[in-house]
């Protein structure tokens, strides 16, 4: 798990400053801190607040409200199932359920070596190659339950 | 997959900023003999997400190596190019000049495409695209039937170019119709060419786009241009093929509308979803700043605008307009009451213009082409064209740009290719969750603004999602509502507790728990909802469930009355059972099934063991004799 430590905080500072410490960048420079450690730690949040000169609530609140955010640490390979319509016609609750099984986590879960997170995004605009499911930014289309599991696998050879 | 911009100068990159109108005309003019003089081979391979999901890099790799292999990578030039729209045989490459079409390349196919085509000029039989209708082979582009009934004068010019390349746009013709805009017209003749256009929202309302221009225009303050990027309709992806393939073009869009209304700042508010869309804008907007047709004193005009990026955080609400612009305030993406529509007070409180992706990339077509033009195309309320994503079960999946008032049955049979494996359509669902599935009587119908209202769906921004007899309509409301339900900002206790209470009733349908009078229930929500919410996704929220029982009561009344789903989704209400008339015997069931639920000898009927049973589908999915049947 990361804890103070391993926050590069020249890395946060140099966030802060590409948006000019802007209060209407917060959910921006969130997203960019979110790329780092594919979580918000709650240990920034102190630094926002002075920074950009907002309340703490409006940093829990942008954070709660906006999906792409996380409080709570992830894993290493952010495992999204595409949920949307076209996916979901051509099956993807299959797809989700295969990976649940597989990764013995339920939805919204992450594994306990930190190593996947698998959560339900809600189409990716790649309809035409449903069911999909992306890896972090890697995009995997035309999947079934084997070829999906396949995949995960390919992510870690140690991961069974 | 990740495809990175070629961030390399070229030779012809080299051009320093754009002083005035002339000097961009006599770079045109130089890139169009440049190309010419070339003349050589082109390979334009797919570089969109899409055909990315299934491989591009690599092939893109292996082509690169395998053309320097024979000593030709100097002959050759190979394109990464913006979506071509035939997603669904991706990765596509594509040979010119001839337009010899390649679908499903994969690495190993390279050095046969190498070898025969590029250096004997021969076909690969192999690789030539058979029509899955005709069950022809098809061997050029613009002969693919996907292709021909197409009218393509916003997404055309995507296969084409170089999404990362500003001068493959402007050897086309880019940013003409901003130097007309800048120098041949005053705000007022922008404003009337796109009102004569008759052009209406591609984003979901349809709302008339001149007179929101108007209406910005007559209000004082700092005016903001934004572009709507935060396309959440799921299932509809028409908006990031033209952000990632031809980003220029909705750039060029937006900086004519600047001028029309009075901007200096803009924002395209685009999803984090969208990865390549915001790296190939990003590139855009830094590339028409090199050349001067962005930022200040664009083409030496004295006119100013620029554009930031702000990324979503995946919320749907945030593409509605007031919510969009709390998001881009830094606050939760909340919608407010509009009473003062943002044309007034929008962003930072000032007049705010906002159009969608697809709406500024007819701009520029509108002011070359002129307003007459563009109104020939379409309907009477509708006017130009119309880009679909027509997806889920159909045969062609991909992006579709159709004018105006084309037929359904055109769009999904001629141009879609119909059902794949014989099955019966069902529906058509447009409009996102926002809109409503439209059954097989209205398949004539000319899909434009007004007849999709008429019918009780919308346009949205353009999803066409093909439902066939396998697909549960009740199944399908439920899974709007709950996406409504998780995507529902949570303010106004219409929306919030409305939607709820109508998925807790479809989700007791879908168990086998629906009791008599729950159809006139969610009849009733439906109304309160659409009638008493404060924002557009409430209002129309309801749709889906209406629509479906309005064309499919009966599909209702079954699972309720007869505690069966007929198109065999919801678990609780069928089961498998093995036809004996049509069962040969052959044992592929048997050896897929993973709870061993089915026996049998080879050549003889086999048994289901209902106990066994977890109706996972893949006996039914697999069966090639139709012999697993839902009961």
């Given amino acids: 798990?990361?804890?103070?430590?391993?926050?590069?905080?020249?890395?946060?500072?140099?966030?802060?400053?590409?948006?000019?410490?802007?209060?209407?960048?917060?959910?921006?420079?969130?997203?960019?801190?979110?790329?780092?450690?594919?979580?918000?730690?709650?240990?920034?949040?102190?630094?926002?607040?002075?920074?950009?000169?907002?309340?703490?609530?409006?940093?829990?609140?942008?954070?709660?409200?906006?999906?792409?955010?996380?409080?709570?640490p992830r894993g290493k390979y952010i495992v999204n199932v595409c949920t949307g319509t076209a996916c979901h016609v051509r099956g993807a609750d299959k797809i989700m359920d295969a990976l649940q099984d597989h990764l013995h986590i339920k939805e919204g879960e992450t594994t306990d070596d930190l190593l996947?997170?698998?959560?339900?995004?809600?189409?990716?605009?790649?309809?035409?190659?449903?069911p999909v499911i992306t890896v972090n930014q890697e995009t995997h289309g035309g999947l079934d339950r084997a070829t999906a599991v396949k995949t995960i696998k390919g992510y870690n050879e140690n991961v069974s | 997959m990740s495809l990175k911009p070629m961030e390399k100068t070229r030779p012809d990159q080299a051009t320093a900023k754009l002083e005035n109108k002339e000097a961009l005309e006599e770079l045109r003019n130089s890139l169009q003999v440049m190309s010419r003089e070339k003349?050589?081979?082109?390979?334009?391979?797919?570089?969109?997400?899409?055909?990315?999901?299934?491989?591009?890099?690599?092939?893109?790799?292996?082509?690169?190596?395998?053309?320097?292999?024979?000593?030709?990578?100097?002959?050759?030039?190979?394109?990464?190019?913006?979506?071509?729209?035939?997603?669904?045989?991706?990765p596509i490459l594509v040979i010119h000049p001839e337009g010899i079409f390649y679908p499903q390349v994969k690495e190993d196919h390279i050095p046969d495409i190498v070898e025969e085509t590029i250096k004997n000029g021969n076909l690969v039989k192999s690789l030539v695209?058979?029509?899955?209708?005709?069950?022809?082979?098809?061997?050029?582009?613009?002969?693919?039937?996907?292709?021909?009934?197409?009218?393509?004068?916003?997404?055309?010019?995507?296969?084409?170019?170089?999404?990362?390349?500003?001068?493959?746009?402007?050897?086309?013709?880019?940013?003409?119709?901003?130097?007309?805009?800048?120098?041949?017209?005053?705000?007022?003749?922008?404003?009337?060419?796109?009102?004569?256009?008759?052009?209406?929202?591609?984003?979901?309302?349809?709302?008339?786009?001149?007179?929101?221009?108007?209406?910005?225009?007559?209000?004082?303050?700092?005016?903001?241009?934004?572009?709507?990027?935060d396309e959440g309709d799921p299932g509809a992806y028409m908006d990031r093929s033209l952000l990632e393939g031809n980003p220029h073009s909705v750039l060029e869009g937006m900086i004519i509308g600047a001028i029309a209304v009075g901007s200096h700042e803009g924002y395209v508010y685009v999803r984090h979803e969208y990865p390549l869309a915001v790296k190939n804008f990003s590139f855009a907007l830094k590339n028409a700043r090199r050349l001067g047709l962005l930022g200040e004193n664009i083409l030496g005009s004295g006119f100013d605008y620029d554009i930031h990026i702000s990324r979503g955080g995946g919320a749907f609400v945030c593409g509605e307009s007031t919510a969009l612009m709390a998001s881009l305030e830094g606050n939760p993406g909340r919608p407010r009451a509009k009473y003062i529509h943002t044309v007034e007070k929008g962003f930072r409180e000032n007049p705010s213009l906002l159009n969608n992706v697809e709406t500024?990339?007819?701009?520029?077509?509108?002011?070359?082409?002129?307003?007459?033009?563009?109104?020939?195309?379409?309907?009477?309320?509708?006017?130009?064209?119309?880009?679909?994503?027509?997806?889920?079960?159909?045969?062609?999946?991909?992006?579709?740009?159709?004018?105006?008032?084309?037929?359904?049955?055109?769009?999904?049979?001629?141009?879609?290719?119909?059902?794949?494996?014989?099955?019966?359509?069902?529906?058509?669902?447009?409009?996102?969750?926002?809109?409503?599935c439209i059954p097989e009587q209205f398949l004539d119908m000319g899909?434009?603004?007004?007849?999709?209202?008429?019918?009780?769906?919308?346009?949205?921004?353009?999803?066409?999602?093909?439902?066939?007899?396998?697909?549960?309509?009740?199944?399908?409301?439920?899974?709007f509502l709950d996406f409504l339900k998780e995507e529902s900002c949570g303010q106004c206790n219409p929306c919030r507790e409305g939607i709820k209470h109508m998925l807790q009733v479809l989700t007791d349908i879908c168990a086998g728990d629906g009791k008599e009078g729950d159809i006139e229930l969610l009849e009733e929500i439906g109304d309160m909802v659409a009638k008493a919410s404060l924002c557009g996704l409430g209002t129309s929220a309801p749709n889906p469930v209406l629509t479906t029982i309005r064309y499919f009561r009966d599909e209702y009344e079954a699972h309720i009355r007869d505690k069966k789903c007929p198109a065999g989704v919801c678990k609780p209400l069928f089961y498998y059972e093995i036809?004996?008339?049509?069962?040969?015997?052959?044992?592929?069931?048997?050896?897929?099934?993973?709870?061993?639920?089915?026996?049998?000898?080879?050549?003889?009927?086999h048994r289901l063991d209902r106990e066994k049973c977890i109706k996972c589908g893949i006996c039914y999915d697999g069966c090639k004799f139709d012999a697993i049947v839902v009961k």
């Fill in chain 2, 39 to 90: 003349g050589k081979r082109l390979i334009s391979l797919c570089a969109g997400s899409g055909c990315g999901a299934y491989g591009t890099a690599k092939v893109h790799k292996a082509l690169i190596a395998e053309l320097a292999k024979h000593g030709i990578q100097d002959d050759v030039e190979v394109k990464l190019s913006g979506c071509h729209g035939f997603c669904e045989k991706g």
């Fill in chain 2, 360 to 436: 500024w990339a007819n701009v520029p077509v509108i002011i070359n082409k002129g307003a007459d033009w563009f109104a020939s195309i379409g309907t009477e309320g509708s006017k130009g064209t119309k880009i679909f994503s027509l997806v889920g079960k159909v045969v062609n999946t991909g992006l579709v740009e159709v004018p105006m008032g084309t037929s359904l049955r055109t769009i999904i049979y001629d141009i879609g290719g119909g059902i794949p494996k014989k099955k019966k359509f069902k529906a058509v669902q447009t409009g996102g969750p926002s809109g409503g």
């Fill in chain 2, 447 to 479: 899909v434009d603004f007004d007849e999709l209202t008429q019918v009780g769906s919308m346009m949205g921004s353009g999803g066409m999602i093909v439902m066939d007899q396998d697909t549960c309509m009740v199944d399908v409301a439920r899974y």
């Fill in chain 2, 129 to 229: 695209f058979k029509d899955p209708a005709s069950k022809q082979k098809i061997s050029h582009e613009h002969d693919v039937p996907f292709y021909k009934l197409q009218k393509r004068i916003i997404f055309g010019n995507n296969g084409l170019i170089d999404p990362t390349s500003i001068e493959d746009y402007i050897s086309v013709g880019g940013y003409s119709a901003l130097e007309k805009a800048l120098f041949d017209m005053t705000p007022g003749d922008i404003i009337d060419q796109v009102k004569k256009s008759g052009l209406r929202g591609r984003g979901g309302g349809g709302f008339p786009t001149g007179i929101k221009w108007a209406t910005c225009a007559r209000h004082a303050g700092d005016r903001y241009v934004i572009c709507n990027a």
């Fill in chain 2, 579 to 605: 036809d004996a008339e049509k069962c040969t015997g052959c044992t592929l069931c048997a050896r897929k099934c993973p709870e061993q639920a089915i026996s049998g000898e080879k050549k003889k009927v």
């Fill in chain 1, 116 to 130: 996947f997170t698998l959560e339900a995004v809600r189409c990716i605009g790649c309809c035409a190659s449903g």
């Fill in chain 1, 1 to 72: 798990m990361e804890n103070i430590a391993t926050i590069d905080w020249d890395e946060i500072d140099r966030i802060i400053e590409k948006y000019d410490a802007s209060r209407e960048a917060l959910l921006m420079i969130m997203q960019d801190i979110s790329d780092m450690y594919n979580y918000v730690p709650p240990e920034v949040i102190p630094v926002l607040v002075e920074k950009l000169g907002v309340r703490k609530s409006l940093v829990y609140s942008v954070a709660t409200f906006y999906k792409t955010i996380s409080l709570e």
